[in-house]
């Protein structure tokens, strides 16, 4: 199976504007998480995704939002960059309709606000 | 609240070297347990799990852990290291039920450095 896909790899943004990143799981996974990973705060969870709703959320301002379509791809929006979004943003997919618990990561995208 | 704790941001070991990352869990509940591998660039690959079977569990690239319930850890072992072993090692727990499904908690991280 092919594995977990992010796109773009890598984004440079300026202060306000907002970006989308995309994430297409591993076939029959439905399960998708979010993590953002900085050097200061490590990795964090952002939110997962299942059957299209969202069904668990970390602690991120309402700017971190998302969304999952009917074939599972995901989505991840942030609005009003702050430099301080600039970080690594990694999703992972799960098999949740078989209760396995381990997450597969993608590659990840880099995003560079100035 | 779950939490994961990573002793040693920094571990060195020789090529052929018994190479030891600690990880202690806090938890009220059975926990689920994974160690993931980060090279540079990369996402997290994930090397082993503990789900509640073997309390040994081994995983990729000759790596295993054991789950000790009296102690809270669940650290991560390779009787030899490789100079390819150099990386970023994370620990991290999750928890059965539906709150806590797809929400991975991981400790800082540990860097591995294998010297010649």
């Known amino acids: 199976k092919a594995g977990v896909t992010q796109t773009p790899r890598y984004l440079i943004k300026t202060r306000g504007q907002q970006v989308t990143l995309s994430c297409s799981p591993i076939?029959?996974?439905?399960?998708v998480s979010w993590y953002q990973q900085t050097p200061g705060q490590g990795l964090q969870f952002l939110f997962e995704y299942f059957s299209e709703t969202q069904r668990n959320k970390g602690n991120f301002p309402g700017r971190f939002s998302g969304r999952q379509f009917s074939n599972s791809r995901s989505e991840m929006n942030v609005s009003t960059l702050e430099l301080g979004d600039s970080a690594l943003y990694l999703c992972?997919?799960?098999?949740?309709?078989?209760?396995?618990?381990?997450?597969?990561f993608g590659p990840g995208t880099r995003l560079t606000v100035t | 609240a779950q939490s994961v704790t990573q002793l040693g941001s920094h571990v060195s070991v020789s090529e052929g070297a018994l190479v030891l990352l600690r990880c202690n869990y806090s938890?009220?509940?059975?926990?689920?347990l994974f160690w993931y591998v980060q090279y540079p660039n990369q996402g997290l690959q994930l090397l082993l799990k503990?789900?509640?079977?073997?309390?040994l569990v081994k995983g990729i690239n000759g790596f295993e852990a054991e789950f000790k319930k009296s102690e809270t850890s669940f650290h991560l072992t390779k009787p030899s290291a490789h100079m390819s072993d150099a990386a970023e090692y994370f620990c991290?727990?999750?928890?059965?039920?539906?709150?806590?499904?797809?929400?991975?908690?991981f400790g800082q991280g540990t860097i591995l450095t294998v010297h010649p």
């Open positions: 503990y789900t509640s079977a073997a309390t």
């Open positions: 076939s029959g996974h439905r399960s």
């Open positions: 992972a997919s799960s098999d949740r309709d078989s209760h396995s618990y381990e997450q597969y």
């Open positions: 991290a727990v999750t928890y059965s039920g539906g709150t806590s499904y797809g929400k991975l908690t």
């Open positions: 938890s009220s509940v059975p926990p689920y």
